[in-house]
């Protein structure tokens, strides 16, 4: 396999430390200051062509060929179907997204797999240890991205992927992939409202910073914006002699039947800009065998494989029922989807509503299988049938970051699922099990019974005044005599730990056995990881 020279060379020099050394290495880069604090040398930008001229990067970035992706939402699952589709066409593929849910290996994908644990420390030593030893005051250890942006690079350059897709990890004219000075093309996925505090409090101020990956004459792509951010793209666009082009949802019916593999309407949004992404980087490349470039009423197996088979952790995830083994039709179903923006709230409310009015329906589709290997089993569209009639109850797990406003989030989810005649009967207010300065390993760290939930308290009094404003408490008589049984007429409950929160969620489906509990987890990407990491973890004791 292409790099296993490089790598033995690399453990012979340099022997990894273990797994839980390396993640205390790599915590030990991040600072509790913003990314928009300019105070330090450390967080100028242009430090990083030093760092990429100590690790010898320099003629590797510069050949490497990137599709680069920015934008508010959407960028994620875009560079996801993006590598998918070109593994399928058979290139060997390089993927760098953020951020990780479970573990840290998964921002580096090599076709379409996480890189393994050995190749992972060996490459992290290599690169921590020689920016280490050239380290100075005028150039310090890079913070926490910029270093995993800087060892993404190392990995794609020594594995000799013939296309690497880099995430921006937020915003995008200073952020760390932006090293890319020659991009094959870039890509802009759905603009919106996220980092104001950061990026600008108008959607123009947040596409400057967006178009900040746009190069001299590279093809640029995006989709449907609204006017202002629009406008701003083309201006910057213009500027460089940029060929801007907006890229189309994908039409479902080029799919010939099949369904993507992400899930949510929205998905065909960005499905349409890899498309036009993947078929510029072949026409760019010189790959004109086949039927790369035909029509665009037209997709060639590879790209309908690649969009078919294309999957991503924590966005419109459905997971069933880890915990709970009873005869009866009560369980659980986690929906678990790291909205965390004011437009991403109401696309995943309207997801959320379609999946679970679905799942009503076809009750008993999510059910575990003996032969049942994946973590993720989605549902799939299918003709109604006997379970028509089943009891469910709707359960909000939410928390967010103290930097983003509830004001905001949470009335575009209430609403998107009130269009839906869907309504929460109970929302759980819980603090992440993941801490801001460690990186999380396999292993969940134990409750703090000083933890500070006033956060969690302001986030349950903005719910509270939501519910009484929206007075939408009137429920189906059989949701109502759920909530009898289990005796708590609050619509709310703060918990001091997500692993509590999950045990009054068995407890509740032990003592309602007739009720599917679906529960949507939403708010922080970091709160779904923390959520999945409890599912595995479940699933491997049951193992």
């Known amino acids: 396999m292409a790099g296993d020279g490089h790598i033995e060379y690399v453990m012979k020099n340099v022997k990894p430390p273990t797994y839980e050394e390396t993640l205390d290495a790599l915590s ?40 680069h992706v920015a934008g508010t939402k959407g960028k994620g699952s875009t560079c996801t179907f993006t590598e998918s589709i070109l593994r399928n066409c058979g290139f060997r593929t390089g993927l760098f997204t953020s951020p990780h849910l479970i573990d840290i290996r998964e921002r580096f994908r090599l076709d379409g797999v996480e890189i393994s644990g050995d190749k992972f420390l060996a490459y992290f030593w290599w690169c921590f240890e020689r920016l280490k030893e050239k380290s100075s005051e ?4 890079p913070t926490y991205f910029r270093f995993l942006a800087l060892l993404a690079f190392k990995i794609f350059a020594a594995e000799q992927v013939e296309v690497a897709i880099l995430e921006v990890g937020l915003g995008g004219k200073f952020d760390a992939t932006n090293l890319v000075q020659t991009p094959i093309a870039c890509g802009i996925s759905s ?24 190069k001299q004459k590279t093809p640029a792509f995006t989709v449907p914006q609204p006017a202002e951010a629009m406008g701003v793209l083309e201006e ?12 189309h949802p994908l039409d479902s019916s080029l799919l010939n039947g099949l369904q993507l ?26 790959h004109y065998e086949g039927t790369y470039l035909d029509q665009a009423n037209s997709l060639p197996e590879q790209f309908v494989k690649g969009l078919r088979t294309a999957s991503l952790q924590g966005r419109a995830q459905i997971v069933a029922d880890p915990f709970v083994n009873v005869e009866g039709p009560g369980d659980v179903v986690f929906y678990l989807d790291g909205a965390h923006s004011p437009e991403s709230m109401e696309i995943c409310g309207n997801w959320f509503s379609l999946a679970i009015k679905e799942d009503t329906q076809h009750y008993g589709s999510l059910k575990k299988q003996p032969s049942e290997s994946s973590d993720v089993l ?24 103290s930097v983003r406003d509830p004001q905001l989030l949470l009335p575009r989810l209430i609403h998107a699922c009130a269009n839906h005649g869907v309504h929460f009967q109970k929302a759980l207010f819980v603090p992440n099990q993941s801490v801001y300065n460690k990186v999380g390993s396999h292993a969940l760290p134990s409750s703090d019974p000083q933890v500070d939930l006033s956060w969690q308290l302001q986030l349950e009094k903005v719910w509270k005044n939501l519910v009484h404003e929206e007075k939408e408490s009137t429920l189906e008589e059989s949701k109502e005599d759920c909530e009898h049984s289990m005796r708590n007429s609050e619509t709310s409950i703060v918990f001091p730990s997500l ?7 068995m407890d509740s489906v032990q003592q309602n056995r007739s009720v599917r509990f679906q529960v949507l987890v939403t708010g922080s990407l970091h709160l779904v990881g923390d959520v999945l990491r409890i599912i595995k973890r479940e699933r491997w004791r049951e193992l």
């Open 28 to 67: 030990s880069l991040i600072t509790k200051r913003t990314r928009a604090d300019k105070s330090t040398k450390g967080d100028q930008f242009d430090v990083l062509f030093d760092y990429v001229k100590i690790l010898d990067l320099e003629d590797s970035i510069s050949q490497m060929k990137v599709i």
């Open 138 to 141: 005028d150039v310090p250890m």
């Open 191 to 214: 603009l919106g409202f996220d980092h104001m505090e950061i990026l600008g409090y108008t959607l123009g101020e947040i596409a400057g910073e967006k178009a900040g990956i746009f």
């Open 236 to 247: 910057r666009a213009y500027e460089l002699e940029v060929a801007l082009q907006v890229a």
């Open 261 to 286: 593999g992400l899930q949510g309407e929205h998905q065909y949004i960005n499905a349409g800009l890899a498309v036009a992404l993947c078929r510029t980087w072949l026409q760019k490349m010189g």
């Open 378 to 401: 989605n549902t799939a569209l299918r003709g109604p049938n006997e379970f028509l009639s089943m009891n469910s109850m709707q359960i909000l797990l939410f928390n967010c970051m």
């Open 499 to 505: 692993p509590l929160a999950i045990k009054w969620l």
